[in-house]
């Protein structure tokens, strides 16, 4: 697990991004707010584990803003962390599910291809129009990079656990052609709020700043 400080000043808030599968923190670094410090937790090829709390002890309010894959890591990380608000991008506390998220049968047959085929076109499907302005940042990773971190996901994610974030919102992109919006609808319930968005939500900082 990645850990970078995109931003570290006096501030008094923090937003605690915490990034999907193939990502890094370039894919938030464009987002500035003010009076807000930003933390990005990313790349989960060697596992993950629960965040050290005295990183944060500045901070009277945290927000979370977990994207993808990152809501359930989301769920492991930070359970020794008191959290503001939570808020859950295009992804479920239980990703490789059959009704909750991805089809299990569907990662792991993405996973084959990945790794015969490369990325470039699951990272376009993820990045929508984003994708040109987001390539040098994502493209970097090799294709064994991603496809060991989405092979360790994909395992973890399908042990027994229960989720303990009390999440305050649920961004569902009805554009996402990652995640089935219908799935996350399902799950999410009224805590879900349908966009026009494609499976990345972070490109329009003010929009962003709304929700906080």
Not at 75 to 98: M, R
Request: proline letters at 5%.
């Amino acid at each position: 697990m990645q850990q970078y400080w995109v931003k570290k000043s006096d501030n008094k808030n923090l937003i605690l991004f915490v990034l999907g599968w193939a990502s890094d923190y370039g894919c938030i670094e464009h987002i500035d707010i003010n009076g807000f410090d930003t933390y990005a937790v990313y790349d989960y090829t060697d596992g993950f584990d629960s965040l050290d709390k005295s990183l944060f002890e500045q901070y009277n309010n945290i927000t979370l803003m977990a994207w993808s894959f990152g809501v359930y890591v989301s769920e492991q990380i930070t359970k020794d962390l008191t959290i503001s608000k939570s808020l859950a991008f295009n992804g479920t506390p239980y990703p490789v599910h059959i009704t909750k998220g991805l089809e299990p049968k569907r990662v792991s047959i993405t996973i084959r291809g990945l790794a015969k085929n490369g990325c470039t076109e699951f990272l376009k499907r993820t990045y929508g129009g984003a994708y040109q302005k987001m390539q040098d940042i994502v493209e970097p990773r090799t294709t064994e990079q991603n496809v060991k971190e989405l092979e360790l996901l994909y395992t973890e994610a399908q042990k027994e656990y229960t989720p303990h974030i009390n999440w305050d919102l649920a961004i569902i992109g009805s554009e996402d052609l990652i995640f089935s919006p219908k799935n996350m609808t399902t799950y999410w319930g009224l805590k879900g709020q349908v966009v026009p968005l494609p499976h990345y939500p972070f490109e329009d900082p003010q929009y962003i700043e709304t929700l906080l």
